[in-house]
C-alpha cells in the first residue's frame, strides 16, 4: 500500500472523528440539515498521452478522445451545529463516444479510430470549520474523495501498419483534499455561492471548482432551487512495463438542485 494511500486512510479517520466529537460534546446543540437532489449536465473530456509503446513507435498524445454531455444525478447531504458541520455528495455517470482523432506525425500520419466508454461515481465526505458561524460566511474544508473509476478505450492506428492499443483500468482512487467555500446573500431571498478545493492520494491530482446562486421559496424557506457551474478534474499515472499512460478526465456544466432544509 503506498504512503500516499495510507495518508489518505488516515486523513478520512481522522475526519471521521471530527465529524462525529462534535455531536457527542453538544448533545444539546441544535443542528440544521440539508438535503438536495441535483441534475449535472456533465461535459467530459479525456485525455490520454502514452510513452514508450512499441504499438505506435514511441511517444504519442490523443486530446479530446471522449468528447460528450451526459446527464449525471447528484445528491448532496449536509449537516451544520454551530461554527462545525459535514457535508457529503455523490455523483455518478457513464457514457462512451466514438470516432477519429488527429495525431502529430510522423507517428500517426492519418489520425487513428477510437472507440472509448467511461464508467465514473464521484464521492465525498467532507468536515468543514465556519469561524463566525451564522447562515453564511466562509468555510474551511477537510475532506476526503473516493473515485470510482472505469475506463475503457481501443485506438486503432491504420497506416502505415494496421496497429490498435487497448487502454483499460478499472479501480478505486481515494484522494485526501483541502479547500474552502463562501456563501454570502445578495438580496431578500438570494444567495451565491464559490467554492474550490484541490487534493492527491491515489491520483497526481484531483480539484474542483464550482460557483452558483440559489433562491428560496415560502415563509419559512425550508425550500430553495439552486443553479451554478461545476467543473472536476483528475490525472492519473499507470506505469506497465516501459509504457507510462498518463490520463486526464474533466468534467463540467450546468448543475441544477431542489434543496430542502429541515
Known amino acids: 500500500m503506498s504512503t500516499l494511500r495510507r495518508g489518505s486512510i488516515r486523513m478520512a479517520l481522522l475526519l471521521g472523528v471530527c465529524v462525529v466529537a462534535p455531536g457527542a460534546s453538544v448533545e444539546a446543540a441544535e443542528w440544521d440539515w440539508m438535503l438536495a437532489p441535483y441534475l449535472w449536465g456533465a461535459g467530459v473530456g479525456l485525455d490520454v498521452e502514452v510513452n514508450n509503446d512499441a504499438v505506435f513507435g514511441g511517444d504519442v498524445s490523443f486530446s479530446d478522445l471522449l468528447d460528450k454531455t451526459e446527464i449525471a444525478g ?6 451544520r451545529t454551530g461554527k462545525a458541520g459535514f457535508f457529503v455528495d455523490a455523483v455518478y455517470l457513464s457514457l462512451a463516444d466514438s470516432g477519429t482523432t488527429p495525431a502529430a506525425p510522423p507517428l500517426l500520419p492519418d489520425g487513428a479510430t477510437f472507440d472509448s466508454e467511461i464508467k465514473m461515481g464521484k464521492y465525498e465526505a467532507v468536515g468543514f470549520y465556519r469561524p463566525k ?17 472505469d475506463q475503457q478505450v481501443e485506438i486503432t492506428r491504420t497506416t502505415p501498419t494496421p496497429a490498435t492499443r487497448t487502454l483499460d483500468s ?17 438580496a431578500d431571498r438570494w444567495w451565491f455561492q464559490v467554492r474550490g478545493d484541490a487534493g492527491t492520494g491515489d491520483t497526481e491530482l484531483s480539484w474542483s471548482a464550482v460557483a452558483g446562486v440559489g433562491v428560496w421559496f415560502g415563509e419559512s424557506r425550508k425550500y430553495g432551487l439552486d443553479l451554478a457551474y461545476e467543473h472536476f478534474a483528475f490525472e492519473v499515472e499507470e506505469q506497465n512495463g516501459v509504457v507510462t499512460v498518463e490520463t486526464e478526465s474533466q468534467f463540467s456544466g450546468p448543475i441544477v438542485g431542489f434543496i430542502f432544509r429541515f
Not at 137 to 146: I, K, P, Y
Open 74 to 79: 447528484m445528491i448532496h447531504f449536509e449537516g
Open 170 to 186: 478499472s479501480e478505486m482512487l481515494l484522494d485526501g483534499f483541502v479547500g474552502a467555500r463562501f456563501a454570502r446573500p445578495f
Open 133 to 149: 458561524g451564522g447562515e453564511y460566511g466562509f468555510d474551511v474544508l477537510l475532506g476526503v474523495r473516493a473515485i470510482d473509476f
